[in-house]
C-alpha cells in the first residue's frame, strides 16, 4: 500500500499481505540491497574521513545495528559483507520473513533480530561499531504533528544512538524525508547530540526524496 506518488505508508505498507507483498519485491529487493551497499562505502567516506577520526572499516568485522531492518534485505547485504549485525523493526509481520531469511544465511549466527522500536532501543551502551538504516529513519516521527513533538523526538533518539555507539563509531542513514524543514530537524538532532557530518543527494538541489545522511562522533 502506498500514496498516489508511491511514498510508502506507515504501517500499512508493511502489515499483513502488504509485508508479503514487499518481501517478494525484486524491485524493492534490488533497491534495498543497492541502498545498503551505498551506505557500506559511506562509513569509509573520505569527505567523512577529513573530518578526522579516521576510522576504515574495510576488511574490519564490525558490529552494526541496521535500524528499521524490515524484511531483512539489508542486513542480509551487512553478514554478506562480512559483519555481524543487530536488525531492529517494530512489526512483527516484517520481522517474521526476516527471521525466515536469516535461516538460509551460510553466517546465521551473525544476524540477531529484535522487535523493537527505533526510539527506545533495547542495546547496551558503548556496544555498536556503527549504525546503518535504510528507507526507515523518517517513520520515527510516525504520529508526530507538533514540531516540539518532532524535535524532542529527534533529539532524543540521536542523544540514545551516541550513547550506544563506541567512540569510532559511525550513522549513516538513507531516508525519505518529506521536505527541507524535515530533514533539518533530523541534521540539527545529530549536531546537537555530538555528531558532525553532511547529506548526500543524487541532485544537489533536490528538497525531499532519497538522501543519505553521513555522520561521525565529533
Ligand atoms: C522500507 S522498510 C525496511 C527496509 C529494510 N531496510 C529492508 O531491507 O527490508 C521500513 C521499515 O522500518 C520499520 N520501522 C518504522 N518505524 C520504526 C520504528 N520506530 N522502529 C523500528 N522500526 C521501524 C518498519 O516496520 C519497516 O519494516
Redesign the pocket.
Known sequence: MSNHDNT?I??DS?IGDSSLE?DNSIW?ERN?KKA?LVCLQYLHDEKLNSLGNLDNINGKKCLIA??????????EILVENGHRVIG????ID?LLKAKTKKKFLKKEKELELIL????FLPIKQASIDHVIS???YN??I?GKNLISDILKTVNNTARYLKKVLKPNGRIVIEFYPKDEKELNAFISSFKENGFDGFTVKKDPNQKSGQTFLLLKQC
Do not use: R
Open positions: 510508502p506507515f504501517p508493511y514487499y524493492m534495498q545498503t541496521d535500524l528499521g531492518c524490515g524484511t531483512g534485505f539489508s542486513s531492529i523493526d517494530i512489526l516484517m523493537a522500536d527505533i526510539n535504510i528507507s526507515a517513520f520515527i510516525h
